[in-house]
Antibody, heavy 115, light 111 residues
Framework: QVQLVQSGAEVKKPGASVKVSCKAS????????ITWVRQAPGQGLEWMGW????????NYAQKFQDRVTMTSDTSTNTAYMELRSLRSDDTAVYYC????????WGQGTLVTVSS | QSVLTQPPSASGTPGQRVTISCSGS????????VNWYQQVPGTAPKLLIY???QRPSGVPDRFSGSKSGTSASLTISGLQSEDEADYSC????????????FGGGTKLTVL
């Protein structure tokens, strides 16, 4: 069965960077892209961007264009999302998802930005 | 402020039928299909409906979706206590370089 396992919770100071990983199993990693979605406390879901696992084509949300980098490693079936210049309003649960309609989701990674 | 508009809350008693709306625009729902996600607090979203009205394997047929113009709806028939969760709609938006947009979520309470 398709499974996405994300890295653990992180606590960062404002201005720092965070890199979240998402290890895929149960399907051919290069078949679908990996999408990153975040959810701030008490808020709705927010699309951050997408990376195609087979050719590294990326599409970032304009809001994050200058601060985010998404990568993938086909040798380990793992995708990464790095967010730089963190602010307090970046505190959120970050999810990876795969499938045409975001059929499968990781368990989420809580990133807390606090001084 | 979410691009797609949903009511913040909805409620119903067991056995009732509940409908949750999702309003968008010509660049998203008006042009592209809608997905719905169910999220129990503290857990990841789960795909409930895709392509406006299709149910993934394992989703009960009491969940149904529809779309008309720039709006979409999720209907739950025969409401059950385990349906208490947050429900969010999503669609691709063709503006800018294209991006996915979500509704703000509707918290469904089973009374």
């Amino acid at each position: 069965q398709v499974q996405l396992v994300q890295s653990g919770a992180e606590v960062k100071k404002p201005g720092a960077s965070v890199k979240v990983s998402c290890k895929a199993s149960g399907y051919t990693f290069t078949t679908y892209g990996i999408t990153w979605v975040r959810q701030a406390p008490g808020q709705g879901l927010e699309w951050m961007g997408w990376i195609r696992a087979d050719n590294d084509h990326r599409n970032y949300a304009q809001k994050f264009q200058d601060r985010v980098t998404m990568t993938s490693d086909t040798s380990t079936n793992t995708a990464y999302m790095e967010l730089r210049s963190l602010r307090s309003d970046d505190t959120a649960v970050y999810y990876c998802a795969t499938g045409v309609s975001f059929d499968h989701w990781g368990q989420g990674t809580l990133v807390t930005v606090s001084s | 402020q979410s691009v797609l508009t949903q009511p913040p809350s909805a409620s119903g008693t067991p056995g009732q039928r509940v409908t949750i709306s999702c309003s968008g625009s010509s660049s998203n729902i008006g042009t592209n299909t809608v997905n719905w996600y169910q999220q129990v607090p503290g857990t990841a979203p789960k795909l409930l409906i895709y392509s406006n009205n299709q149910r993934p394997s394992g989703v009960p047929d009491r969940f149904s979706g529809s779309k008309s113009g720039t709006s979409a709806s999720l209907t739950i028939s025969g409401l059950q206590s385990e349906d208490e969760a947050d429900y969010s709609c999503a669609a691709w938006d063709d503006s800018l370089n294209g991006y996915w947009v979500f509704g703000g979520g509707t918290k469904l309470t089973v009374l």
